[in-house]
């Protein structure tokens, strides 16, 4: 298959930044979306590398900088506005996961990153996502030191609660919500880790500080508010529901009644 | 035996001696700890939860990634499970039983003490990842459920769906999280460690890169720890984590800390088959489906080539012309033998002609039969987001088609050789999880990792380190301005301009990928003389290449992925190499270390207990000089040594 790519470059966060456009040939249709990226890089670097084509004035931009890792959809690491899409036009997958069979031969392909005020570009496809460190250290874990715990089966669940926690814990932190929600909101995010711990008896202990905290560090940190679009649930690559949202809402009220 | 690799294994009988241990080793009081620094270097699950558990006793510590979060690590990418001794399934399971299997699993390769303290603590993981609020899956009676691994008859792993070692991750992550909240951690991520700074013999301090800017760092403190994991990614195609490397090992071993084992790589039975020269990377399919998958390919040749030429489906071949071969061979364990065997016995089959894909090198994982028992409900709730991530890979359904699997390179059991405090030959550096040697000796048991990884950060580092660090509180905090920092820093910058200045014409993964395939030929699952020498040969001449002809474009002073890449495969360089010298070196079979030359009549590893039953360690001499090799003899008091046998 054969595909012409436009490409965002941006060389730093200060720099404007604008797309290149790049031909790539001879993709595989079970090459997946990175994997066809890698072919792209290898081709620039080689560019970049080829002293006639550096006297004739060829200047290479050198490779194309895009944050990716465990290529198996759990780490998140990777990122990418494909055609529009967060993660692309195939559904409840991340980047990585997404092969080349689901775009036709000779197809134009629009690549970008997150573009949100709460993840600034750092180079052309890679974003800062420091700031959703920042928000789970603002509460998002149970406060219990390492050692004397008390044996694991004391505290039984419901299955279905574990379940629907577990749910909710599957989010990767990949921006994906941030990056396609309007207002740049983080709320599916918080939501998922608040929602997953509120589930659960070890977590319910500090729910509403936990709740009121993260929305707190979110606002701080310039991110949107929530408008109920639900745009977010439909571009998160595993499938998180915003009824984990409602459940922040009742959290969060649930603080703020007994302030 | 050198004079530095003493094990420091305490006296008494196996099950006091961690407790006598901890009874024995020095504490650092309160406000002592206040004074002390230490450095963590890698966030996955020893990492971050050996960062957590030190920030929780009051030391300042600093935690570097090289991703942009700690909870990017590669432990994430864990399916099956955590395995411990709870015994809640009531199969008769205990410490004891937990340490055989691990010891038998390791084919006799391991330290007893480290082994059975490793299953000891096993329990206490999982009362603090529940307290964590980890949503292991639990029965409908609210406590939790377990599944079986290989190498085990009783069912002793807890797992969260497909996911747990994302789960743990999270668990160890928030722990950290708080940690950094409170203060007592800073956290720099987006940094690559690039040396260890030592002064008067002991490790003092890092430098690293800030992968942002460019920027060389010096961080100073009283003790470092070195959790980045394991360097399977030597082989280029592995189920590692594009960014996974050994490098930070690698730098340890070039300043004097000695290197354990590294020729054990696992090679895991169950992972995607290789697709064609663009692949990136291999996906693992969990151990935990050979619970309810059964592993086959046709009994009659003819089927073989039907399939291959795409004329019949698997699941049009009737059973009686099925070779379920590890049931057959192994009718004990059936396809819960440990992960060697697994994998050698798919390579056999492929080898005698009877691999099912177009290249060959495939083995159907059945669901036919579990399906009928169960229901297609039940093998969706188990595996539901393994079927689907192998369907996203492959456009196959495994609901109708069975899924074609095959080996890949998934762990190194080797790394840097440490005592029973985890502390390298080095004092003040220590190893945990993967990145040490210590527990998995010739291959490790599924499941274990996990307990490896937060055994050591949460429960064993934080004791042993105290001991250390007790004879330390006089010591000031270390001043990074001392001529080894400004050496070591100028040595770093030099080794980043030599790259940029080869200027040559190939990609740094043309050459990651070449040594990825001498590896995978002659270091992988089956490995001989000949193609040892011929693999230590043929490395030589590509690092020769490397260094005359690799390109690495842009500065030094920028976010440069290729930059990155070059200092990971330059150490790659290296590390294949030794490697090969230690498998070439140690003629026996062992676990994942098979040698050709020594197999049994049936084809399964064959030991010689008489001259091998040591650990190998590698001593660092200089660049392109010969390592010395040094032996810690493994004693065994405590169990009979034995041929594996999963047959009956």
């Given at each position: 298959?054969?595909?012409?790519?436009?490409?965002?470059?941006?060389?730093?966060?200060?720099?404007?930044?604008?797309?290149?456009?790049?031909?790539?040939?001879?993709?595989?249709?079970?090459?997946?979306?990175?994997?066809?990226?890698?072919?792209?890089?290898?081709?620039?670097?080689?560019?970049?590398?080829?002293?006639?084509?550096?006297?004739?004035?060829?200047?290479?931009?050198?490779?194309?900088?895009?944050?990716?890792?465990?290529?198996?959809?759990?780490?998140?690491?990777?990122?990418?506005?494909?055609?529009?899409?967060?993660?692309?036009?195939?559904?409840?997958?991340?980047?990585?996961?997404?092969?080349?069979?689901?775009?036709?031969?000779?197809?134009?392909?629009?690549?970008?990153?997150?573009?949100?005020?709460?993840?600034?570009?750092?180079?052309?496809?890679?974003?800062?996502?420091?700031?959703?460190?920042?928000?789970?250290?603002?509460?998002?874990?149970?406060?219990?030191?390492?050692?004397?715990?008390?044996?694991?089966?004391?505290?039984?669940?419901?299955?279905?609660?574990?379940?629907?926690?577990?749910?909710?814990?599957?989010?990767?932190?990949?921006?994906?919500?941030?990056?396609?929600?309007?207002?740049?909101?983080?709320?599916?995010?918080?939501?998922?880790?608040?929602?997953?711990?509120?589930?659960?008896?070890?977590?319910?202990?500090?729910?509403?500080?936990?709740?009121?905290?993260?929305?707190?560090?979110?606002?701080?940190?310039?991110?949107?508010?929530?408008?109920?679009?639900?745009?977010?649930?439909?571009?998160?690559?595993?499938?998180?529901?915003?009824?984990?949202?409602?459940?922040?809402?009742?959290?969060?009220?649930?603080?703020?009644?007994?302030? | 035996?050198?004079?530095?690799?003493?094990?420091?294994?305490?006296?008494?009988?196996?099950?006091?001696?961690?407790?006598?241990?901890?009874?024995?080793?020095?504490?650092?009081?309160?406000?002592?700890?206040?004074?002390?620094?230490?450095?963590?270097?890698?966030?996955?699950?020893?990492?971050?939860?050996?960062?957590?558990?030190?920030?929780?006793?009051?030391?300042?510590?600093?935690?570097?990634?090289?991703?942009?979060?700690?909870?990017?690590?590669?432990?994430?990418?864990?399916?099956?499970?955590?395995?411990?001794?709870?015994?809640?399934?009531?199969?008769?399971?205990?410490?004891?039983?937990?340490?055989?299997?691990?010891?038998?699993?390791?084919?006799?390769?391991?330290?007893?003490?480290?082994?059975?303290?490793?299953?000891?603590?096993?329990?206490?993981?999982?009362?603090?990842?529940?307290?964590?609020?980890?949503?292991?899956?639990?029965?409908?009676?609210?406590?939790?459920d377990n599944r079986s691994f290989g190498g085990s008859q009783v069912s002793r792993?807890?797992?969260?769906?497909?996911?747990?070692?994302?789960?743990?991750?999270?668990?160890?992550?928030?722990?950290?999280?708080?940690?950094?909240e409170l203060g007592t951690v800073k956290s720099y991520v987006r940094h690559e460690?690039?040396?260890?700074?030592?002064?008067?013999?002991?490790?003092?301090?890092?430098?690293?890169?800030?992968?942002?800017?460019?920027?060389?760092?010096?961080?100073?403190?009283?003790?470092?720890?070195?959790?980045?994991?394991?360097?399977?990614?030597?082989?280029?195609?592995?189920?590692?984590?594009?960014?996974?490397?050994?490098?930070?090992?690698?730098?340890?071993?070039?300043?004097?800390?000695?290197?354990?084992?590294?020729?054990?790589?696992?090679?895991?039975?169950?992972?995607?088959?290789?697709?064609?020269?663009?692949?990136?990377?291999?996906?693992?399919?969990?151990?935990?489906?050979?619970?309810?998958?059964?592993?086959?390919?046709?009994?009659?040749?003819?089927?073989?080539?039907?399939?291959?030429?795409?004329?019949?489906?698997?699941?049009?071949?009737?059973?009686?012309?099925?070779?379920?071969?590890?049931?057959?061979?192994?009718?004990?364990?059936?396809?819960?033998?440990?992960?060697?065997?697994?994998?050698?016995?798919?390579?056999?089959?492929?080898?005698?002609?009877?691999?099912?894909?177009?290249?060959?090198?495939?083995?159907?994982?059945?669901?036919?039969?579990?399906?009928?028992?169960?229901?297609?409900?039940?093998?969706e709730e188990r595996y539901g987001n393994l079927f689907q991530m192998y369907e996203?890979?492959?456009?196959?359904?495994?609901?109708?088609?069975?899924?074609?699997?095959?080996?890949?390179?998934?762990?190194?059991?080797?790394?840097?050789?440490?005592?029973?405090?985890?502390?390298?030959?080095?004092?003040?550096?220590?190893?945990?999880?993967?990145?040490?040697?210590?527990?998995?000796?010739?291959?490790?048991?599924?499941?274990?990792?996990?307990?490896?990884?937060?055994?050591?950060?949460?429960?064993?580092?934080?004791?042993?380190?105290?001991?250390?660090?007790?004879?330390?509180?006089?010591?000031?905090?270390?001043?990074?301005?001392?001529?080894?920092?400004?050496?070591?820093?100028?040595?770093?910058?030099?080794?980043?301009?030599?790259?940029?200045?080869?200027?040559?014409?190939?990609?740094?993964?043309?050459?990651?990928?070449?040594?990825?395939?001498?590896?995978?030929?002659?270091?992988?699952?089956?490995?001989?003389?000949?193609?040892?020498?011929?693999?230590?040969?043929?490395?030589?001449?590509?690092?020769?290449?490397?260094?005359?002809?690799?390109?690495?474009?842009?500065?030094?002073?920028?976010?440069?992925?290729?930059?990155?890449?070059?200092?990971?495969?330059?150490?790659?360089?290296?590390?294949?190499?030794?490697?090969?010298?230690?498998?070439?070196?140690?003629?026996?079979?062992?676990?994942?270390?098979?040698?050709?030359?020594?197999?049994?009549?049936?084809?399964?590893?064959?030991?010689?207990?008489?001259?091998?039953?040591?650990?190998?360690?590698?001593?660092?001499?200089?660049?392109?000089?010969?390592?010395?090799?040094?032996?810690?003899?493994?004693?065994?008091?405590?169990?009979?040594?034995?041929?594996?046998?999963?047959?009956?």
């Open positions: 298959m054969d595909f012409t790519l436009k490409v965002w470059r941006q060389k730093s966060a200060k720099d404007k930044g604008r797309f290149a456009t790049y031909k790539v040939q001879n993709i595989s249709p079970d090459t997946s979306f990175l994997e066809m990226m890698d072919i792209l890089n290898d081709q620039l670097v080689r560019e970049g590398a080829d002293p006639v084509a550096v006297e004739k004035g060829c200047k290479s931009e050198g490779p194309v900088a895009f944050d990716h890792d465990c290529r198996e959809g759990i780490c998140g690491m990777c990122s990418l506005y494909i055609n529009g899409r967060a993660h692309g036009p195939d559904d409840d997958i991340t980047t990585c996961q997404l092969h080349m069979r689901k775009f036709t031969d000779g197809e134009t392909i629009t690549i970008e990153p997150w573009r949100s005020a709460g993840m600034p570009v750092i180079k052309d496809l890679v974003v800062d996502r420091n700031a959703l460190d920042k928000i789970l250290q603002a509460g998002g874990y149970v406060s219990v030191n390492t050692g004397g715990i008390p044996d694991a089966n004391t505290i039984p669940i419901p299955r279905d609660n574990a379940e629907e926690s577990m749910d909710a814990a599957a989010c990767v932190g990949c921006g994906a919500c941030i990056a396609t929600c309007k207002n740049g909101s983080a709320m599916l995010f918080v939501a998922a880790r608040v929602s997953s711990l509120a589930l659960l008896p070890q977590g319910k202990v500090e729910a509403a500080r936990r709740a009121k905290a993260m929305v707190a560090r979110m606002d701080e940190l310039g991110f949107g508010a929530c408008t109920n679009t639900r745009a977010c649930e439909m571009e998160c690559p595993k499938d998180i529901s915003v009824a984990h949202i409602a459940r922040l809402n009742r959290e969060f009220l649930k603080a703020k009644i007994k302030d | 035996m050198s004079e530095k690799l003493i094990s420091k294994i305490p006296e008494g009988t196996l099950s006091e001696k961690w407790t006598k241990h901890k009874a024995q080793i020095r504490v650092v009081s309160p406000a002592n700890k206040r004074k002390l620094e230490v450095i963590v270097v890698g966030t996955g699950l020893g990492g971050a939860s050996a960062a957590a558990a030190l920030g929780e006793l009051g030391y300042n510590v600093k935690v570097f990634c090289i991703s942009d979060s700690p909870r990017r690590a590669h432990s994430i990418a864990a399916q099956g499970g955590i395995n411990a001794a709870k015994n809640y399934p009531n199969d008769n399971d205990s410490v004891y039983r937990l340490f055989y299997d691990t010891i038998k699993g390791g084919d006799y390769r391991s330290r007893e003490a480290n082994v059975y303290r490793l299953a000891e603590v096993s329990n206490l993981i999982i009362d603090q990842c529940v307290a964590q609020g980890v949503p292991f899956a639990r029965e409908y009676g609210g406590l939790l792993t807890f797992y969260a769906r497909g996911q747990t070692g994302q789960q743990l991750l999270l668990g160890a992550y928030a722990a950290l999280n708080r940690q950094i460690m690039l040396d260890l700074v030592m002064i008067d013999g002991e490790a003092k301090g890092i430098i690293a890169r800030n992968l942002v800017t460019g920027e060389i760092e010096r961080h100073g403190a009283h003790a470092v720890v070195v959790a980045t994991g394991g360097y399977g990614n030597v082989f280029f195609l592995s189920t590692n984590a594009m960014n996974s490397n050994g490098s930070v090992a690698w730098q340890c071993y070039k300043k004097g800390a000695f290197f354990a084992n590294p020729s054990f790589a696992q090679i895991h039975p169950t992972c995607i088959p290789v697709h064609g020269e663009q692949q990136s990377k291999l996906t693992l399919m969990s151990e935990s489906l050979r619970n309810d998958g059964r592993i086959w390919v046709p009994k009659k040749q003819e089927d073989v080539i039907k399939l291959r030429e795409k004329k019949i489906k698997a699941s049009q071949i009737p059973e009686e012309d099925r070779d379920y071969y590890l049931e057959r061979r192994y009718p004990a364990f059936g396809n819960l033998v440990p992960r060697d065997v697994a994998s050698r016995a798919a390579k056999e089959r492929c080898d005698a002609g009877f691999g099912v894909n177009e290249t060959g090198l495939a083995v159907f994982l059945d669901f036919k039969t579990a399906i009928q028992r169960l229901g297609k409900k039940v093998i996203k890979i492959t456009d196959v359904n495994p609901y109708d088609e069975p899924m074609m699997i095959y080996p890949a390179i998934h762990y190194t059991m080797g790394g840097l050789w440490v005592d029973y405090n985890l502390q390298t030959t080095i004092p003040g550096l220590y190893a945990i999880g993967e990145a040490n040697f210590s527990d998995h000796g010739g291959n490790r048991l599924g499941a274990s990792a996990l307990m490896q990884g937060l055994a050591d950060g949460y429960f064993i580092l934080p004791y042993t380190i105290g001991d250390y660090l007790a004879g330390k509180i006089q010591v000031k905090m270390t001043d990074t301005n001392h001529p080894a920092f400004e050496e070591a820093e100028k040595s770093i910058k030099e080794r980043l301009d030599r790259l940029f200045n080869i200027k040559g014409k190939q990609p740094v993964d043309h050459f990651h990928k070449k040594l990825g395939h001498i590896m995978w030929d002659y270091v992988g699952m089956a490995r001989n003389e000949a193609g040892l020498k011929k693999a230590i040969e043929e490395i030589r001449v590509l690092r020769e290449e490397f260094w005359k002809d690799l390109f690495v474009p842009g500065e030094n002073n920028e976010f440069n992925q290729e930059l990155e890449k070059a200092v990971r495969v330059a150490d790659f360089l290296e590390m294949g190499e030794l490697m090969a010298m230690d498998a070439l070196t140690r003629k026996e079979s062992c676990g994942g270390h098979f040698r050709e030359e020594m197999q049994t009549e049936e084809g399964e590893t064959l030991r010689d207990d008489e001259n091998y039953m040591y650990v190998s360690t590698w001593e660092y001499t200089g660049y392109g000089k010969e390592p010395v090799k040094h032996k810690e003899p493994l004693q065994y008091e405590f169990i009979k040594i034995a041929t594996r046998n999963y047959k009956d």
